[in-house]
């Protein structure tokens, strides 16, 4: 019998509408990016999971707010405005220009400016995309599992927030990286950060200058499969050597990481239950290794 609940999402499946989605996150989110004031650790360029989807929020404008909303449901993007007046375009295979065009068409035609950066950030393609004519597919059902696993997850992770006192992000998604997330901070600052791969030095200093623990689910790039994953920033001396559960968690040196395999997960009993143990024992290696204070959660 197959889990409705926690579909199966095969990287190499569902990679094409991954891309897709990607692209187009990549697109809208730099509409955000363009309007809404500046958020510590860039808080305020992030989508946040919705019963259909992902949305950015209110994104303000002039005098007037705009709202962009990824339905996974009925394949659109809807495009709402404070006027009441709302657009959507279909989610279905095609090229990330012909998207570009069109969205840049109903942004002007509601009297609201485009004026993004047109490249990908935080990726290896670098295509501008007023020139990406390539065709991607997009597959409806692996798009509908991906919103159910990232709906499921919000709420595990919704759970696990509950238990930080200090300060904490919300759970949202970033487009740059295509995750979602959450993190905590133990209230004392970072060293510089040293940057990344097709992202300014900039960005990453605001996103890394005070001590964290993220915790997040990464749809499948970057580590080869969809993974449940948490890190330090910086990571302490020890931090790596942790037992932390489930069983099939484990650190993966290459990316710094401890990593639980979505597979893992999807096939459990108790998925909601070994996603909120692994999350909580990565932050009981955190607080253990980096000596944060006990007193920041109720864990």
Not at 28 to 51: M, S
């Amino acid at each position: 019998m197959k889990n409705i609940t926690w579909p199966e999402l095969p990287l190499e499946k569902w990679i094409d509408t991954y891309d897709l989605l990607h692209l187009l996150f990549q697109v809208t989110g730099k509409i955000k990016l363009q309007f809404v004031p500046f958020k510590n650790h860039w808080w305020n360029i992030a989508f946040y999971p919705t019963i259909c989807g992902l949305s950015t929020g209110i994104i303000p404008y002039d005098e007037k707010s705009l709202q962009i909303d990824f339905d996974f449901h009925s394949h659109r993007i809807h495009f709402k405005f404070s006027s009441g007046k709302t657009e959507s375009i279909p989610l279905q295979s095609g090229s990330i220009k012909s998207y570009y065009n069109l969205i840049k068409k109903i942004l002007i035609n509601f009297d609201c400016r485009m004026d993004i950066w047109p490249v990908p950030v935080e990726m290896e393609y670098r295509t501008p995309f007023y020139n990406d004519e390539k065709h991607r597919v997009y597959d409806p059902l692996h798009a509908e599992n991906f919103q159910k696993i990232i709906l499921q997850t919000s709420r595990v992770m919704e759970v696990f927030r509950g238990g930080f006192t200090g300060k904490a992000s919300p759970v949202h998604f970033f487009w740059g990286s295509f995750d979602l997330a959450v993190t905590f901070f133990s209230g004392r600052p970072a060293p510089k950060h040293g940057g990344a791969p097709n992202i300014s030095n900039e960005v990453m200093e605001k996103a890394y200058n005070a001590e964290l623990a993220s915790f997040g689910f990464w749809p499948g790039k970057g580590f080869g499969e969809p993974s449940f994953y948490s890190y330090n920033y910086p990571e302490p001396a020890g931090y790596k050597d942790y037992k932390v559960k489930p069983g099939t968690a484990f650190y993966n040196a290459e990316v710094g990481e401890f990593l639980l395999p979505y597979k893992a997960i999807q096939k459990s009993d108790k998925p909601e239950e070994e996603m909120l143990l692994f999350f909580i024992s990565c932050y009981k290696a955190a607080e253990e290794a980096g000596d944060w204070s006990k007193s920041l959660s109720n864990y």
